[in-house]
């Protein structure tokens, strides 16, 4: 699908302000490296992402694992890059080489020979994330945060430490951005919590290029 004008104002507006917003990380080392974004994509982007008429996904019983409902989850691959403007436009800003840059000059990580792959994922009723690490093949892991449910203060990624006794949670506010990379002591999870609306974020990666599962990436416009 071609580009309009009008999407490609906003494809540049987006890739100014995720520019900026990535300039303004507030670092922090304990229990292991991770990064904090006041705010990361622009509002309109926001509201367009929670205003997409998606599925929620298929769960008959939840197990606190992401794989298990691996048919009915939702990834800005082609098929919804041509669906959906505001998702091409999120793809193009995280596979411009300056933002790819910026964020391995952050993390201290060469993510240029990686491939991008984002997920959009929804939460709700009885939901937890246990304890765990991500794998080696993600280089690095950027969570959005986008709800604005009055309950939704209490849905922020818990951080473990090394014997995953609770160390701290990350503030859940529509916007706000938490990233990190995949390591030995990088625990992290979501408490089990019934919740009301639905919780919703995208996760961004950046994978190795080996990456098997070819139809979660996105492609490069």
Known sequence: MNETSLEKDNGNLLLEKVTENLGKV?????????????????????DELLNLKLPLPKIESHKGKR??????????????????PVVRNIVNVFNNPGIVSQLGNICGRDLAQ????????????????????????????FLVYLSKDPSSSEWGTTIYNKDLSFHSKAPYKSNLGLMFMA??????????????????????????SDWKSIHELAPVI
């Open 67 to 84: 794989e298990i409902y691996n048919e009915s989850r939702i990834f800005f691959n082609k098929e919804n890059c041509d669906k959906y």
């Open 183 to 208: 390591g030995k002591d990088t625990w992290h999870g979501v408490p089990r919590q019934n919740i009301q609306g639905v919780r919703k974020n995208i996760i961004i990666n950046y994978v190795t």
């Open 114 to 141: 990686g491939k991008l792959r984002i997920e959009f994922t929804l939460d709700s009723g009885d939901f937890w994330l246990e304890p765990h690490l991500d794998i080696k093949e993600k280089l690095l892991t």
């Open 26 to 46: 507030m670092p922090i080392t304990e229990p292991f490296n991770h990064w904090l974004y006041n705010s990361v994509l622009l509002d309109k982007t926001i």
